[in-house]
């Protein structure tokens, strides 16, 4: 039976490129499980289908996911591209920080990319930003589309990775990926500006190889993200500059907020840990107490 991975979902339809390069057009038929869930194929996943037509087919079997994200809604990536723009729209550290806790529970790899550094008045403002960041251990890539700074410096890390770019919309994203493979042109649009907030060009995440190997995804912009199905105690494994700091709080599963000896709290009363951070772990955290309480 003939298997391949599905690298792009449209309208009920699912293109599915085998080991030979072969795309094909397929449905699914059936409905599959996971874990005694009913769930439907996702971009990323490997599966198996029979060919109906010359280039048809109806997927069958859909292959256990090693990683999968909910928005955007993709199966198998290992490493999350967080893209944030730096102006038009300014940096905004809540958004970026709400897709890397996504991207830490999803047990990806993360890069973080900046975007529209030549629109960047003051250097300082990159500097202060790679400080804040520089306890997480992502590495930051500033990026100009307009002087082609950085561009290179983000293909090393794609290398032999199943990446998604993932960000708000108008960051920047399909610009970025058709300078990194500039053979694909994505459609990309401007900022309102009136909101502030870019409009959504990217219509549906797909799959595209990379001559240098590896594998990257474009995927819709999004302006929120919920935290549900995730539980309180996950959070602080989210933050990495939380966890060894973590290790020393007095009591065990410490979600650090009142409770006494907390050495997470501590460490950002004093600036070690970066106290806009903890200030969205702290939102972040009612937010998915407020989801469990709706849940039951």
């Known amino acids: 039976m003939p298997s391949g991975q599905i690298i792009k979902a449209i309208s009920g339809f699912y293109y599915v490129r085998t080991e030979h390069e072969e795309l094909y057009e397929c449905k699914a038929r059936g409905v599959f499980k996971f874990e005694k869930k009913k769930c439907k194929p ?21 292959e256990s996911r090693q990683t999968e994200l909910v ?44 975007t529209k550094l030549d629109l960047l008045e003051d250097p300082a403002e990159l500097e202060a930003i790679r400080t804040r960041y520089a306890p997480t251990g992502y590495p930051i890539v500033a990026t100009s589309i307009e002087t082609t700074d950085g561009i290179e410096q983000i293909k090393p890390y794609l290398k032999d990775q199943t990446s998604v770019f993932a960000g708000q919309s108008g960051v920047g994203k399909s610009s970025l990926l058709n300078k990194i493979i500039p053979d694909r042109e994505l459609e990309t649009g401007a900022v309102s500006q009136k909101i502030g907030r870019g409009r959504h060009t990217t219509r549906s995440v797909e799959i595209i190889p990379l001559e240098t190997g590896g594998l990257v995804a474009d ?12 539980e309180p105690a996950d959070l602080g494994h989210c933050f990495p500059e939380f966890r060894e700091k973590a290790e020393e709080c007095r009591f065990r599963g410490c979600l650090h907020l009142n ?38």
């Open 42 to 62: 996702l971009v990323g996943d490997y599966v198996q289908f029979d060919e109906t037509d010359m280039g048809k087919g109806y997927i069958t079997a859909i």
């Open 71 to 114: 928005r955007p809604a993709i199966a198998n990536v290992t490493q999350a591209v967080v893209v944030c723009s730096l102006r038009e729209p300014s940096f905004q550290q809540m958004p970026l920080d709400r897709f890397l806790v996504h991207a830490e529970h999803a047990r990806l790899e993360i890069v973080v990319v900046l």
């Open 219 to 230: 995927s819709p912009g999004f302006s929120q993200l919920t935290f549900d199905g995730m």
């Open 259 to 296: 409770e006494p000896s907390c050495k997470v709290r501590d460490a950002a009363e004093t600036g070690e840990i970066d106290p806009k951070r903890y200030e969205h772990y702290v939102t972040f955290l009612e937010e998915i107490k407020e989801l469990q309480l709706r849940r039951y």
